[in-house]
Every structure is written in C-alpha cells, then in structure tokens.
C-alpha cells in the first residue's frame, strides 16, 4: 500500500530519502531495499508513480501509453529490471517501411529495391556517418573534458547540420531526425551534449533498435510494480519545497505537510523541477547553473485507436515523418489486429493554432497518410507533458554554453546528496534506460557512503 503525506506530525527519520518516484527514483529505492537498506521514503509530488510514463484508459485498447513507451535490445539494465520484478515485453512495432514528406513529396527513407538512394537521402547519410565519427571523439563519462570540448559546446546542432549538409531536402531530413529525438529547435541544442548523446548509444540503436518491444501492460507499469513492492515507503502527494543540512551530519526535507531526516538524500526530479526547491545551504555554483539553465522540451503526443486498423490494405507504409508539418506517425496495431492504434508525435508549434484545434491537427495529418476513416478514431488521447507543473517536458537537453560552464553540476553528488534522472544519466538519456541506470548509480553512491559510515562508527 502506497502511502499519503502525513500531515502535522514531528519528523520522520530513516536511512535515505529519495525525492521523485519515477523510473529512477524507484529504482534507486529498489536497489537500496534490495541490499537492505530497508529504512527509506520516496516522496513524490504527484497523485501517482510513474513520472514521464503513464498507462490511460482507453476505449477498445485498455489503455494507452501517453509517456515513455518503447524499450530497445540494448537496453540491458530496464529490461533486467522488468524481468526481475515480473514485467514482460511485446513486439514494439509492426515490420514496414519509413517514409518522410518535405515540400509536399513523400519518400522512402530506405532506397527501394534495385534504386539508388536519391540526393537528399546521400547527403543525409553521409551527415550521418560524419556526426557519428565525431560523436566517437566524446569522453560521454564527462563531456567537458573531450577535445575542443569548448568550441563545441558553443557550436549548436543547427549550426553543425548547416556546415555538413549539401542539400536543403538532406538538411531538413537531420534537422527533423534531431527533433524527432529531442523534441526542440537543433539551433538551440549544444553541439557537444549531442555528441554525448549519440556516442553513449549510436545512431543505430537509436534511429533503428530503440522501439522494438514495449512492455506487456504498459511502461508504467514497471513503477507500479515497484512502488507495490516498496509499499508505504512511497509517499505520494508529497512535493518536497526545502532541503537542508546536507553538508553536515545528516540531511533533512521539508514537504509543506512533513519532514524526513536522513543519512543521505536521492534526488531524482528533472533538472527543471528544482528551481521551486530552496536549499541551504544554497548549492555549489555549477549545481545552481545546471538547474537554472536546463532547457525543457516537449513533443505532443497523440494515440488514437479505431476498431480494426483498416488502413494496412492501403498503404506499404507503417511510419510517416513530416518535415514541413513537424509531425509524425506510425501503426503500433496489435499483431492479431483485435483493433488498431496509430501513435504519433507533434512540437507544439506545428500547430500555430489554438489549444482546441490540437486534435483536429492530429486527425488531418492522419487522414492525410492513412486515408478517409483515420480522421474518426474511436478514440483520441493527446498528451502535453509541459502542461504538467511537477514533470515540465517529455525530454531536455543543454543549451549551448552550459556543459562546459557547469561540468560537475550534471551529475556529481554534493554533501549527502546523489543525483538521478534520465536526464543526468552518461548512457541512453532522456530515455527509460537511462534512468534505470542513473537510479542503480545513486544507490550504488549511497550503499558506499553508508558502508563508510557504518564501518566508522
């Protein structure tokens, strides 16, 4: 049984605190419960585990999955994880081909048969292997410390395509698999966190592997297992608004309704989130320029469900990227075809519209690609995650500049405090990988520190 912020009583004391029940926060939990660290207290802000996955009832599908989804090969750690605590996985998406529209003209991401690759798609892969040369050159364990780390840093993705491209079709086709994978503007991301990104993972594993299965009964349904297993030491409602003492003997947190002291704290809450947490003593400069300056960002995401996916007769295709709409769609229909389900993903200002005209966007697009019936869904679902004050965005990445100026401020711990979160992970960020891995980490950190303490004592 999960349990609610007590309210008026003295403080509370146990091992570790942790502040977020997502993925990592859980995690993190599970780890340190695991090694015996039974005296603990995940405290999370919202109604619900889960974080940036959550399963939505749904009509003729059961749910939906409106958050993180997929799960790929590679990620070793989560699904060791799932598997641990009984999860299992599913095929992710059905088998066909990838198709992308720029200025009106759709085409075949892959050559077809006995065709040669045209222009546009050269230079895009060329960028492509170039990118991911680079991207080799990268120290992903501290970024900082690559070579030419600072002129890098300085230099936007944007800037990076506009110098490496020969093509304006080859040019958008990056540009958009850049949003497709952040969610924001190239011309706004740093060059060299992207470089980290891609080397801790490869343009393979991300653009080919990392969607092949999704988890039977929904990803959230990985938290829901471990905050069941934790029990009342997850505390929802429980948004922390103060921490102190940390660089002293203990460290205390204060949510508006209770207090928890502790040997060490796990923070695990996006960057962002931060910003409306007072500390004190105030963190080390590069800690408070990382929160200050981390960049959220957000695609919209939409899944509508029909009673049978109808369109499979009338098109070879089963995912759509269009680059001059910045938006996208692909099939994920069960296997047996017991209904069907087109997922899909927008940046919020495709629209150039108002809030209410969100879904009629969505449904124009489908018809568009899927033809006449896709525009009537049984049901539709689209999911903002700016919109959610405890979360601020599905993913981020750094702002050109920040790496290099806050270095250690992305993950090093301070005093008794540990960081994690997808976002503060070296390997697969701001995906559920690795935020399983930043939570295994933190615990890690903490079993070490406490191992310390014990043996001192």
């Keep these: 049984m999960i349990a609610e912020a007590p309210c008026g009583e003295t403080a509370r004391n146990v091992d570790v605190v942790l502040i977020g029940a997502g993925l990592a926060g859980l995690t993190a939990a599970w780890r340190l419960y695991r090694a015996g660290v039974t005296s603990l207290a995940v405290l999370e802000a919202q109604d619900r585990v889960g974080g940036r996955t959550l399963n939505r009832p749904a009509e003729l599908a059961g749910y939906v999955e409106q958050g993180g989804t997929w799960v790929g090969p590679t990620h070793r750690h989560l699904l060791a994880l799932a598997k641990e605590i009984g999860v299992g996985i599913r095929r992710g998406k059905p088998e066909g081909k990838t198709f992308y529209r720029d200025k009106g003209q759709w085409t075949q991401v892959d050559a ?5 690759p045209g222009a ?30 600072v002129e890098l840093d300085r230099t936007t993705v944007g800037d990076w395509i506009e110098r490496n491209t020969r093509t304006a079709e080859g040019k958008a086709l990056f540009e958009g698999c850049i949003r497709k994978m952040q969610g924001g503007d190239p011309h706004a991301v740093s060059l060299l966190w ?5 080397g801790s993972a490869t343009f393979r594993d991300l653009l080919d592997t990392a969607e092949d299965y999704r988890f039977v009964g929904g990803s959230q349904s990985v938290s829901l297992k471990l905050a069941e297993a934790l029990g009342p030491r997850v505390v929802l409602n429980a948004p922390v608004i103060r921490i102190e003492g940390y660089m002293g003997d203990g460290v205390a947190v204060h949510t508006a309704q209770q207090s928890w002291r502790a040997q060490r704290a796990i923070i695990a809450a996006m960057p962002a989130c931060l910003r409306r947490v007072a500390f004190n003593p105030p963190l080390p400069r590069e800690h408070r320029k990382m929160i200050a300056d981390w960049a959220t960002m957000s695609w919209l995401k939409f899944n509508a469900v029909y009673p049978k996916p109808f369109w499979r007769d009338r098109t070879i295709g089963s995912q759509f990227l269009c680059l001059d709409r910045r938006v996208e769609a692909f099939d994920i229909s069960p296997k047996d075809e017991s ?13 150039g519209r108002e809030v209410a005209d969100r879904a ?11 033809g006449e019936g896709a525009d009537r869904p049984a049901a539709i679902s689209i999911t903002d995650w700016q919109d959610n004050p405890w979360i601020g965005g599905c993913v981020s990445a750094l702002p050109p500049g920040l790496l290099t100026d806050a270095k250690q401020g992305l993950s090093a711990g301070v005093g008794r405090l540990e960081w994690a979160g997808s976002e503060r992970s070296d390997v ?8 399983v891995r930043s939570g295994e980490r933190a615990a890690r950190n903490v079993l070490a520190a406490l191992a310390v303490q014990s043996v001192r004592a």
Excluded at 342 to 350: A, E, I, T
Excluded at 428 to 435: D, H, K, L, Q, S
């Design 360 to 370: 009629n966007f969505c449904l124009e697009f489908l018809r568009d690609v899927y």
């Design 120 to 149: 546009a798609q050269e230079d895009f892969q060329r960028a492509l292997a170039a990118f991911e040369r680079l991207s080799n050159t990268i120290n992903t364990e501290a970024p900082w410390r690559s070579p030419n780390a």
């Design 339 to 351: 209904w069907g389900e087109l997922v899909g993903f927008l940046l919020p200002d495709s629209l």
């Design 428 to 435: 697969w960020v701001n995906y559920m990988e690795g935020a």
């Design 194 to 198: 992207m470089l980290q990104f891609v």
């Design 112 to 116: 077809r048969e006995g065709e040669a």
